[in-house]
């Protein structure tokens, strides 16, 4: 069974960074597809990056492009997204998600795809 455990969000202020962290335990292999969601009250689920498994290839969202970076830490089962510049609009509720088992080559920041999601990690921007 897959466990997603998200942290690091926490209250910044406008033109911070940040870097949140996603553990996952329970897979088997390296055919999963990883990615990161935030969701605001009252707004859709919004897909931010996503990272390939088994060829490390990456996308990140064209709405937040230049801002953001995934990267993993395989011996420590993490993956990271870090944002830089944030600005209040960023205030949501972060999630990471795993699709597993994941064969293509490169990945998809498309919710309806993910199986398995965690709780999510709360992300405020304010001055």
């Known amino acids: 069974q897959v466990h997603i455990v998200e942290s690091g969000g926490r209250l910044v202020q406008p033109g911070e960074s940040l870097r949140l962290s996603c553990i996952v335990f329970?897979?088997?292999?390296?055919?999963?597809?990883i990615g990161w969601f935030r969701q605001a009250p009252g707004k859709e689920r919004e897909g931010l990056s996503c990272?390939?498994?088994?060829?490390?290839?990456?996308r990140i969202a064209d709405s937040i492009e230049g801002r953001v970076s995934i990267s993993r830490d395989s011996a420590k089962n993490m993956v990271y997204l870090e944002m830089h510049n944030l600005k209040p609009e960023d205030t949501s509720i972060y999630y990471c998600?795993?699709?597993?088992?994941?064969?293509?080559?490169?990945?998809?920041?498309?919710?309806?795809?993910?199986?398995?999601w965690g709780q999510g990690t709360q992300v405020t921007v304010s001055s």
């Open positions: 990272l390939t498994g088994h060829t490390g290839l990456t």
């Open positions: 329970g897979l088997t292999s390296e055919y999963w597809e």
């Open positions: 998600a795993v699709e597993s088992p994941f064969y293509g080559a490169n990945c998809y920041i498309d919710k309806e795809r993910f199986n398995y």
